[in-house]
C-alpha cells in the first residue's frame, strides 16, 4: 500500500516530472479537497512577543491553514518560524505562542509589512517531530539547531541566523532559479519532490489555488535551500535525473516515444519508493469544528496532516 491510500489520499494522479541538476519534482494532480479558506484570507499580522505568531482569517464562513513550519522574515525584527502547521478559524484571529526565534542576536517585533514568507528546510523540520520540542513555548528553542544546520556552509558565522543563509546574494540567486525552473502545471496540487532520485518531501495543498500560492515557498525555501546545503556540505550524491538524450540529429517520433516510455517507467518507480513509508507514530495537533490536524512520524521524517470532515485536505511531509 502506498503513502497516500494510507493516507486516504486515493484520488491522486502523477504528472510528467520536472528535474532540475540534483531536485527533481513530480507534480501530483487532483480537484478540490473540502472547504478551506483561501490562501490569501489568511493574513500574518506579527509577533506579540517573541514566540508568538499572530494569524489572521478573513474569511466569514471557512476555516483556514497555515502551512507547517512557515517561517517570516522581516527588517529590523526577530525572524520567526511556526513549530507546526496551524489552523485559524473562520473570521478570527489565533496567536501561535510555541513559535520559535530564527535569529540568535536581533530584536524587535515583525508586523505585517514588509515580510518574506518561506518554508523551514528539511532537517529543521524535523526537529518538531518531537512532541515535547514542539509544544514548547520557548522562543530560542531552535537555535542551537539552527547554528549546526548553517555550520560549514560559506555563509556560516558561528551564529543562529538563518538569515545569513536566505539573504546571501548568491544563494538568493540559485534559489530563484529552483523557483522559476518548477513552475506549477495545470490541476496540480501537490508534489513529490526527489534529490539524486531519492523522495525528500511530499506535499499536497487544499485545492490548486492554495499550491499556486505556497509552491515556491517549499521549493525555494524549504527543498532548494536543503540541496544547497547539502551540495555545500558534499553531503549529497550528486547525480542528476537522467532523461533521454537529444542527439544532434533527431528522429522526432522516437525521441517521442523514449520521453513517454521514461516518464512512464518513472511513473511507475515512484509508488514502488513510497511503498515502504510506514507511519511509526500521530498525535493529535489541534481541532476547529470542522478541521483537525495530527503529527505523523514515519521511518526517519514526517510531519502534518489536516483533514476535514474525515477526509484529507492538507499533507506535508518530509523524509
Not at 5 to 13: A, P
Not at 159 to 166: G, I, K, R
Request: aromatic share 10%; glycine share 6%; net charge negative.
Amino acid at each position: 500500500m502506498s503513502i497516500f491510500k494510507l493516507l486516504k489520499f486515493d484520488d491522486i494522479e502523477i504528472a510528467n516530472l520536472q528535474s532540475v541538476d540534483e531536485m527533481t519534482v513530480v507534480p501530483l494532480l487532483g480537484a478540490t479537497r473540502g472547504e478551506i479558506a483561501k490562501p490569501q484570507k489568511i493574513i500574518f499580522e506579527g509577533t506579540r512577543d517573541y514566540g508568538q505568531m499572530v494569524f489572521l482569517n478573513n474569511d466569514e464562513d471557512c476555516d483556514g491553514i497555515v502551512p507547517a513550519n512557515l517561517m517570516v522574515r522581516g527588517p529590523g525584527a526577530q525572524d520567526h518560524a511556526m513549530s507546526g502547521s496551524g489552523i485559524v478559524k473562520a473570521n478570527s484571529q489565533y496567536n501561535f505562542k510555541n513559535s520559535c526565534c530564527i535569529e540568535e542576536h536581533t530584536s524587535g517585533y515583525l508586523t505585517s509589512i514588509n515580510n518574506a514568507f518561506d518554508i523551514l528546510p528539511i532537517e529543521l523540520r524535523k526537529c518538531f517531530l518531537d512532541r515535547v520540542f514542539r509544544e514548547e513555548e520557548e522562543f530560542t528553542k531552535l537555535w542551537p539547531k539552527v547554528t549546526n544546520w548553517l555550520t560549514g556552509l560559506s555563509v556560516d558565522q558561528g551564529e543562529a541566523h538563518l538569515e545569513y543563509f536566505y539573504n546571501a546574494p548568491h544563494i538568493k540567486k540559485e534559489l530563484e532559479i529552483f523557483a522559476a525552473e518548477f513552475e506549477p502545471v495545470e490541476d496540480q496540487i501537490g508534489a513529490i519532490i526527489l534529490f539524486s532520485g531519492i523522495p525528500v518531501g511530499i506535499e499536497i495543498m487544499p485545492s490548486q489555488e492554495h499550491w499556486d500560492y505556497y509552491w515556491k515557498m517549499l521549493i525555494r525555501g524549504c527543498y532548494g535551500a536543503e540541496l544547497i546545503r547539502l551540495k555545500q556540505l558534499k553531503r549529497i550524491d550528486l547525480v542528476k535525473q537522467q532523461m533521454p538524450k537529444i542527439t544532434e540529429f533527431i528522429d522526432v517520433d522516437a525521441m517521442r516515444e523514449e520521453m513517454e516510455d521514461f516518464i512512464i517507467r518513472f511513473q511507475n518507480y515512484i509508488p514502488s519508493l513510497l511503498k515502504n513509508i510506514s507511519i511509526k507514530n500521530r498525535f493529535m495537533l489541534n481541532n476547529s469544528k470542522t478541521i483537525n490536524s495530527e503529527c505523523i512520524v514515519v521511518n526517519d521524517g514526517g510531519g502534518e496532516i489536516i483533514s476535514q470532515n474525515n477526509k484529507p485536505v492538507y499533507l506535508s511531509l518530509v523524509l
